[in-house]
């Protein structure tokens, strides 16, 4: 075996073991069954806005037309999230800032947070 390919499986070992170690690191730190974060509408003019507050959604339950998009503005002390059930909107978790989602298709969406399950709220599109 020449020294390259000897250095070439070395790295690709190594490569490998560092993926491993990243998912474990991952997995410890991912909140259970939180699905992937969905980036914010950054940009886009929301049409109903909702407040995260300690500790619930107001108002919890909202209506928009489809195309139309809803706005989460959180000033909760502790940590909160906007978690769609059909893991269509995600946010990250946070206590200030707002996050943003344009929902284009008819139904009702529900959602909660990710870390206290007595908040939940409803997007109703029709
Ligand atoms: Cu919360």
Known sequence: MS??????LGRRAFGSLMVAALAGVLAACAPQKKP???LSAAGVQADVTVA???????PANVEVKPGQAV????SGVMEHDVVAEDGSFVSELQTSGEYV??????GDYPYDCSVHPE??????VR
């Open 3 to 8: 020294t390259a390919t000897r250095a070439s």
């Open 36 to 38: 992937a974060t969905v």
């Open 52 to 58: 995260v507050i300690d500790n619930k959604f107001e």
């Open 71 to 74: 706005r989460w503005v959180f």
């Open 101 to 106: 989602h344009v929902f284009e298709k008819a």
């Open 119 to 124: 908040m939940t709220g409803v997007v109703s």
